[in-house]
């Protein structure tokens, strides 16, 4: 009684909590549904004797994923005014796509059918030896083995694709060109001054080193740029 009372709760407020996800106005509040949600779905799993899945969903989606949604979110300055003003624009497409993923999944509900032993098997005694982390985990590296690493795979490009997109290749800070100071002439750095006895800063001013000429944009065939002929020194 008290399990089918708390099972009614949860799913109550995760039902709730998942609207609010997609009708807030607020991303942040959205973001904070959302880990409401991911904490009574975890709740669920608990009721249904999953407590793997129910400790992997609050580790890993609400302790990273949400958490990292949520940072993103704040510490990026998102202009959300022009985000929404480009949506009557994309309007239709959006539409369409809705409407294929409803039309696949009204196929999918359609052709399913129950498997014969599946009422047997929800009537059948827990295995007392086995608990349901060692279950799961030789049932995804056993008979799912191959999918499962085609689904790392999909994650891994996944990544790899984020990271491209994001990639800024722009150098903002100065940078240090070897082949510049190891060219320049000692004419180019010092500056000899004759400075007469008795003359302080105020006569002779604060002499500071050269700056370093503009580098040319083209480079002679015969030689490097910065060359001086010898002699003359």
């Keep these: 009684m008290i399990a089918t009372v708390a099972f009614y709760v949860f799913a109550l407020?995760?039902?709730?909590?998942?609207?609010?996800?997609?009708?807030?106005?607020?991303?942040?509040?959205?973001v904070l549904f959302l880990i409401l949600a991911f904490f009574n779905a975890a709740a669920l799993f608990l009721i249904a004797g999953a407590e793997f899945l129910a400790m992997i969903l609050i580790i890993v989606y609400v302790g990273a994923v949400a958490v990292l949604f949520l940072f993103v979110v704040m510490m990026l300055d998102v202009n959300f005014a022009e985000l929404k003003s480009g949506v009557q624009r994309y309007l239709p497409v959006g539409i369409a796509v809705g409407a294929v993923l409803l039309i696949e999944l009204l196929m999918v509900l359609g052709g399913w059918t129950f498997a014969p032993q599946a009422g047997t098997l929800k009537l059948s005694a827990t295995p007392a030896n086995v608990s349901n982390?060692?279950?799961?985990?030789?049932?995804?590296?056993?008979d799912y083995v191959f999918l499962f690493q085609a689904a790392?795979?999909?994650?891994?490009?996944?990544?790899?694709?984020?990271?491209?997109?994001t990639l800024r290749t722009s150098k903002?800070?100065?940078?240090?060109?070897?082949?510049?100071?190891?060219?320049?002439?000692?004419?180019?750095?010092?500056?000899?001054?004759?400075?007469?006895?008795?003359?302080?800063?105020?006569?002779?001013?604060?002499?500071?080193?050269?700056?370093?000429?503009?580098?040319?944009?083209?480079?002679h065939a015969g030689g490097h740029a910065g060359h001086h002929p010898a002699g003359g020194h």
């Design 13 to 30: 407020i995760l039902l709730a909590s998942a609207g609010m996800v997609v009708s807030a106005r607020n991303p942040v509040h959205s």
């Design 133 to 142: 982390t060692a279950a799961l985990g030789r049932l995804i590296y056993t």
């Design 172 to 219: 903002p800070s100065r940078h240090q060109s070897i082949r510049r100071q190891t060219e320049r002439t000692v004419e180019e750095t010092l500056e000899l001054v004759d400075v007469a006895i008795g003359a302080g800063v105020k006569v002779t001013g604060i002499y500071r080193p050269k700056a370093p000429e503009p580098e040319p944009e083209t480079e």
């Design 152 to 165: 790392g795979l999909i994650l891994l490009v996944a990544m790899i694709g984020a990271i491209v997109l």
